[in-house]
């Protein structure tokens, strides 16, 4: 199994980043792909950015595409989501999440291990 904890969301302006932070213990992290998702209320969860277990392979939605990066650090089992020029459409509970599939599926079903997620609220 893997445990994850999610870490670094806030209160941010339109326009202002934040980092959140992935972090593992359990089996080997770099076993996983990894997978960000994200849900507001009254919204189903949806996909927000993917990574492969070496790095090499990144998604976006169409959404998130030139303002969001998706990296991962093995060494310290710990998945980062670089957001930048936020927008209040941004403003939801972020979820990561691991799957042990070869391929970078975008789909909710296809990850197996899920943190309990972090707010984020983009506001003036």
Do not use: H
Request: net charge positive; aromatic share 12%.
């Amino acid at each position: 199994q893997v445990q994850l904890v999610e870490s670094g969301g806030g209160l941010v302006q339109p326009g202002g980043s934040l980092r959140l932070s992935c972090a593992a213990s359990g089996r080997t992290f770099s076993s996983y792909n990894i997978g960000w998702f994200r849900q507001a209320p009254g919204k189903e969860r949806e996909f927000v950015a993917a990574i492969s277990r070496s790095g090499a392979t990144t998604l976006y939605a169409d959404s998130v595409k030139g303002r969001f990066t998706i990296s991962r650090d093995n060494a310290k089992n710990t998945m980062y989501l670089q957001m930048n020029s936020l927008k209040p459409e941004d403003t939801a509970v972020y979820y990561c999440a691991a799957s042990g599939f070869t391929v970078v599926f975008t789909t909710t079903s296809r990850y197996d291990y899920w943190g309990q997620g972090t707010q984020v609220t983009v506001s003036s």
